[in-house]
């Protein structure tokens, strides 16, 4: 499975919801999982996000990554059509700590 991961946060640019082929990203307010029961491992994701903030969970260290995209996937509403991305997204893109500021 593929994951999003911390980058993501307070920028949500939202591309990857566009490409993907089984509809399996669920959004929160400042950031966006990928539940990874549903992901079928294309990877056409991951090249789109402009934040490179979706990994193959085959990475090294992405544990608490796995576990909050399983969890976010079952509390929050699935996202099929790409909206805006959030107004500073360019601002926080790459700025550290930011998994203090993710919004349940
Ligand atoms: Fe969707 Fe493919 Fe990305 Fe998984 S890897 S979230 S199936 S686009
Ligand atoms: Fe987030 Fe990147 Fe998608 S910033 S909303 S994972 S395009």
Redesign the pocket.
Known sequence: ??VVVENCIKCKYQD?VE????D??YEGENFLV?NPDE????????PECPAEA?LPDTEPNLEKWIELNTKYAELWPNITRKGDALADAKDWDGKPGKLAMLSE
């Not at 490409?19 to 089984?22: E, F, G, T, Y």
């Not at 992901?39 to 991951?46: A, F, K, L, P």
Request: charged share 10%.
């Open positions: 499975t593929y990857c490409v993907c082929p089984v399996c990203f990928i992901c079928i491992d294309c990877g056409v994701c991951e979706i």
